[in-house]
């Protein structure tokens, strides 16, 4: 119904930055919201931020906060999260995914997501 590609990962050095992109095609129009997750190798899938699909509130983990910025284009039907000072702590695979109904942060809440986008930051 909703299909999610995420793309723009990469290796980087810490201090630097990344621009990933989820690009969304499908039955769109129930979406409520966009969040991206991260999983790191051992962890347990983490909210990293979100927004309304219509453009708008926006929400962030405490941990990337004042670092990353997440944003719609919604000619493109994208959403983009661009990351600042990145740290080595930020490795990990990035999913985007959808939900309706109303705003969560709780990933087994989101509805498709994306098959993700590592991205590596070394020390």
């Known amino acids: 119904q909703v299909q999610l590609v995420e793309s723009g990962g990469g290796l980087v050095q810490a201090g630097g930055s990344l621009r990933l992109s989820c690009a969304a095609s499908?039955?769109?129009?129930?979406?409520?919201?966009v969040g991206w997750f991260r999983q790191a190798p051992g962890k347990e899938r983490e909210f990293v931020a979100a927004?309304?699909?219509?453009?708008?509130?926006?929400y962030y983990a405490d941990s990337v906060k004042g670092r990353f910025t997440i944003s719609r284009d919604n000619a493109k039907n994208t959403v983009l999260l661009q990351m600042n000072s990145l740290k080595p702590e930020d490795t990990a695979v990035y999913y985007c995914?959808?939900?309706?109904?109303?705003?969560?942060?709780?990933?087994?809440?989101?509805?498709?997501w994306g098959q993700g986008t590592q991205v590596t930051v070394s020390s």
């Open positions: 995914a959808t939900k309706r109904g109303h705003y969560s942060d709780y990933p087994w809440e989101y509805d498709y």
């Open positions: 499908g039955r769109t129009a129930s979406t409520y919201g």
């Open positions: 927004i309304r699909w219509s453009g708008g509130m926006t």
